[in-house]
Nanobody
Framework: VQLQASGGGLVQPGGSLRLSCAAS????????MGWFRQAPGKEREFVAA????????YYADSVKGRFTISMDNAKTTLYLQMSSLKPEDTAVYYC???????????????????WGQGTQVTVSS
């Protein structure tokens, strides 16, 4: 499946953004969907994940309580609602799909086999 991320931009500290990730023409069809981010000079890090069933959600400690991951009923669009943004949230955000991951591995980028192209989020005054 091909993924297309969008919604990034420049926002002031404390502001909000909603990222979207659309699957090309069909449902995601995977076991988990996730968001990762990569800041300049840093490794790609886990942000949030949601299983195909949408029964629960998983978050990095750094974003818990501020970010919300969700998936639409048709399971063709993944979202990341980001609130109370901080300068340290500045990064390129990637959506990803894992077709055979298990729960214990979903915080690792290695568990995901399809990736979107990334969308830049800049938090600055």
């Amino acid at each position: 499946v091909q993924l297309q991320a969008s919604g990034g931009g420049l926002v002031q500290p404390g502001g909000s953004l909603r990222l979207s990730c659309a699957a090309s023409g069909r449902t995601f069809g995977g076991r988990y969907m996730g968001w990762f981010r990569q800041a300049p000079g840093k490794e790609r890090e886990f942000v949030a994940a949601i299983p195909w069933s949408r029964s629960t959600t998983y978050y990095a400690d750094s974003v818990k309580g501020r970010f919300t991951i969700s998936m639409d009923n048709a399971k063709t669009t993944l979202y990341l609602q980001m609130s109370s943004l901080k300068p340290e949230d500045t990064a390129v955000y990637y959506c990803a799909a894992a077709t055979s991951a298990i729960t214990s591995t979903i915080r690792s980028s290695n568990a995901y086999n399809s990736w979107g192209q990334g969308t830049q989020v800049t938090v600055s005054s």
